[in-house]
């Protein structure tokens, strides 16, 4: 990340997963546990792939740019 909006949009998005673990996609083809999900926001252009812990702790694994 290289300035204050990338920041920002990654902030908001980590927002968004902590409020609500259960809003990102399962990701297709992973049955390990935990699952690996990913959420996508269009606007932003941020993706996140995390996990969610049995104690519904978010893992955040990746930040990606969209």
Request: no cysteine; proline share 6%; net charge negative.
């Amino acid at each position: 990340m290289t300035n204050d909006a990338q920041i920002h949009a990654l902030d908001r998005a980590l927002v968004v997963i902590s409020v609500d673990p259960g809003l990102g996609e399962p990701i297709p083809g992973d049955t390990a546990a935990p699952q690996f999900r990913q959420y996508a926001d269009e606007v932003e252009q941020v993706r996140i792939l995390y996990f969610v812990t049995a104690l519904h702790t978010v893992v955040v694994v990746a930040y990606i740019e969209v």
